[in-house]
């Protein structure tokens, strides 16, 4: 019953009752009809042979033979009557007429009233017993008497027999039910049609509603259904067009907006959100392309590695937003000395990349000087200070003997490092091909950051996170950072130790200090009886290995910890060149109980795809869109359209490096979960904020 359509179970309950009623009634009749024939037959042939038994009287007083056999040749003319036969008082057949089928027996059988003797299933026969008054006076003189005199005594003086043949009342039993089961189906398919025009007039409503709301689901947001029906029917059809034309009007609006963000984020996919130039993975797009048609015999390029001295104390001692400013002019500064041909790309941090197309030897040499003198007679002026900065260039020709782009990235780090281990603020050559040089860097960086591992040098930190919404989970809040401490060095920040590290594939040892570390802030809150949640940066590194689940899994179970206080961070950039990897180790770490978060959300076109396919349960805002806030409305707008749709799938947002006070309530307004940066909170050591603000906090 449950695999039926509407339509087959409206047949069903208006065809099954209205068959059974009329099947019942037409047997009904029908069986009646068919008693009420035997019955007629039986009153008739009673009569016969009452009517037979009178007038035989005289015949079998009087010895007339012959006139008792005119009787019983009469009898058998009657309709139905196969035979006729008067017997004397010893049973012996004075009289026949027919086609006799009864035994002698029966026929000396005494009789004392008209009933039947014997039937067949082709005859019945009926006997009388021939009766004679005994009483002497005559009818005629004697008074009439009452009706409660006795009888007078009679005296049987023979018998009569009349054999009926059936045949007649077989064929009109025969009739009689033939039209029954005509009458039956003649009914039944009145009650089918009538049952199929009613189940059609109530399902096919329901079946376009049905129709409708499957291609409503499919995406085609016009559909709509005839609105001919009356009643509850009309109503519904009613209702979902008015329903239809409401969504419809909401993806409309939600189209447009998704339209204008995309184009937003189209342009942001490919360069860089604060300084407006080309980003890295487009840079490393272009360079293929190049690389590509020099294999194909076009003209050889040369590629430039820029990473900026001295960088760093501009940004501790004016802040972010002083080393922004000065990005965005020195982006200014290279870019004018370029031809249109060129392309310029930041790669990230105070690195930039530069492909010289068409330019090679000599040419591209005085191309990588000149850029070099401009950064080195640059002065960057914040405030009432005054910093000189300079440039460490590597460069790196590109001939057909190059195979991969990944040789000239790898040639370009290491001679751009060459460079600023040479003494800074100059060009150093390498070519592609030279491999010793590029494990020479590989042997001096690990050795750097194991030792740096080893000696504790690996200074963490602690970057608070604070809830702008009262909805927000109660306890504390916090990212883990960290700085590389060298003696006689200024401290490297981790995004430029993440970036040489991931680079020769010693970034895991520094996500499992991470790791340890926040699991131990856990533990140690958790004994404290406070709560602890910990943003854990990854690199692209870890995320493909096995061994890093394994880590998280023995920590928290050695710890007896569950995983609902850790949350690890994955850049856009990683979860979008490693989507498979990325969804496989969110699905593990679920199963932990951990959290993900997305680090740099909203900065590229396949932010929004990776809200369903990782289920992050944290956003980290990309800068850009919250650099121009209350300045900028497009950038504003298109912070509340991200916010909206974060929101929508339970997802808090954090808003990244927020300086100004005054964002705070901005950001509030506009529905962001968290913020950080130094509006907050400073940035200080992991221990230090963990011992004054979580284990000490009252």
Wanted: glycine share 6%; hydrophobic share 45%; net charge negative.
């Amino acid at each position: 019953m449950t695999r039926l359509n509407l339509r087959q179970r409206l047949l069903l309950i208006s065809l099954i009752p209205s068959a059974l009623i009329a099947v019942t009634l037409v047997s009904y009749f029908t069986l009646s009809g068919i008693r009420t024939l035997e019955g007629e037959l039986r009153t008739k042939a009673l009569a016969t042979v009452r009517y037979l038994a009178q007038i035989s009287e005289y015949g079998i007083i009087s010895g007339q033979i012959e006139s008792l056999h005119g009787l019983a040749q009469t009898t058998v003319q009657e309709p139905g009557v196969k035979a006729a036969i008067v017997v004397n008082p010893k049973g012996r057949a004075i009289a026949v007429s027919g086609r006799v089928s009864l035994a002698s027996e029966v026929l000396r059988q005494a009789l004392s009233e008209p009933m039947t003797v014997q039937e067949t299933d082709r005859w019945i026969a009926f006997g009388a017993p021939v009766l004679r008054s005994l009483n002497e006076t005559d009818a005629l003189f004697e008074p009439v008497a009452t009706t409660n005199a006795p009888a007078p005594p009679q005296e049987i003086i023979g018998h009569v027999f009349v054999e009926f043949d059936k045949a007649e009342l077989v064929t009109r039993q025969r009739d009689l039910l033939m039209r029954g089961l005509l009458i039956v189906l003649i009914g039944l398919i009145l009650i089918a049609g009538l049952a199929i025009a009613m189940a059609d007039s109530l399902a096919r409503p329901l079946k376009r509603l049905v129709q409708a709301v499957r291609e409503m689901s499919s995406g085609r947001f016009d559909t709509r259904v005839p609105s001919d029906s009356s009643a509850e029917l009309g109503i519904l059809e009613q209702g979902f067009n008015e329903m239809a034309n409401h969504i419809e009007e909401v993806h409309r609006s939600m189209q447009s907006r998704i339209e204008e963000a995309t184009t937003q984020l189209a342009f942001q996919a490919r360069h860089d959100s604060l300084t407006g130039l080309l980003n890295r993975r487009e840079f490393e797009h272009r360079l293929e392309k190049a690389l590509a048609s020099v294999q194909a015999g076009g003209e050889e390029f040369s590629v430039l590695f820029i990473d900026l001295d001295r960088f760093k104390p501009v940004n501790d001692t004016c802040g972010h937003l002083a080393g922004d400013e000065l990005l965005c002019q020195i982006s200014q500064l290279f870019q004018g000395r370029l031809r249109e041909e060129d392309t310029l790309a930041r790669l990230g941090g105070d690195e930039f990349g530069i492909i010289l197309a068409n330019c090679s030897g000599p040419r591209a040499r005085q191309v990588a000087d000149d850029i070099c003198g401009l950064a080195t007679a640059y002065r960057f002026i914040w405030q009432d200070k005054v910093f000189a900065i300079g440039a460490s260039i590597g460069l790196t020709p590109v001939n057909r003997r190059v195979r991969t782009i990944n040789e000239v990235l790898a040639a370009g780090d290491a001679a751009c490092y060459r460079a600023k281990d040479s003494g800074r603020n100059q060009v150093f050559e390498q070519e592609a091909s030279n491999i010793p040089e590029r494990r020479q860097e590989t042997s001096n960086w690990a050795s750097r950051i194991a030792s740096a591992l080893a000696e504790d040098r690996l200074q963490l930190e602690a970057l608070p996170v604070s809830a702008l919404q009262a909805d927000a989970p109660n306890g504390h809040f916090v990212e883990l950072s960290a700085r590389l401490n060298e003696p006689g060095q200024p401290p490297i920040a981790l995004s430029a130790l993440i970036d040489t590290a991931e680079r020769y594939d010693l970034a895991p040892s520094i996500d499992l200090r991470f790791i340890e570390a926040a699991i131990s802030a856990l533990e140690r809150a958790k004994r404290n009886n406070r709560e602890l949640r910990c943003l854990v940066p990854l690199s692209r590194t870890s995320l493909g290995r096995r061994a890093t689940i394994d880590f998280i899994t023995r920590n928290l179970v050695s710890k007896n910890l569950p995983g609902s206080g850790l949350c690890i961070v994955l850049s856009e950039d990683v979860t979008t060149h490693q989507s498979s990897q990325a969804m496989e180790f969110s699905r593990q770490l679920r199963a932990l109980g951990c959290q993900i978060g997305l680090d740099d959300f909203g900065g590229g076109l396949s932010s929004f795809s990776q809200l369903r396919s990782i289920a992050p349960s944290y956003v980290k805002l990309s800068r850009s869109l919250t650099r121009d806030l209350g300045g900028n409305r497009a950038s504003t707008a298109l912070l509340r359209a991200v916010q909206e749709i974060t929101a929508d799938l339970g997802i808090h947002s954090i808003a990244d490096q927020i300086d100004d006070p005054l964002a705070i309530n901005q950001l509030r307004e506009l529905g962001i979960s968290y913020a950080q940066g130094l509006a907050v909170a400073p940035c200080e050591p992991l221990e230090v904020w963990l011992e004054g603000a979580v284990l000490r906090a009252v």
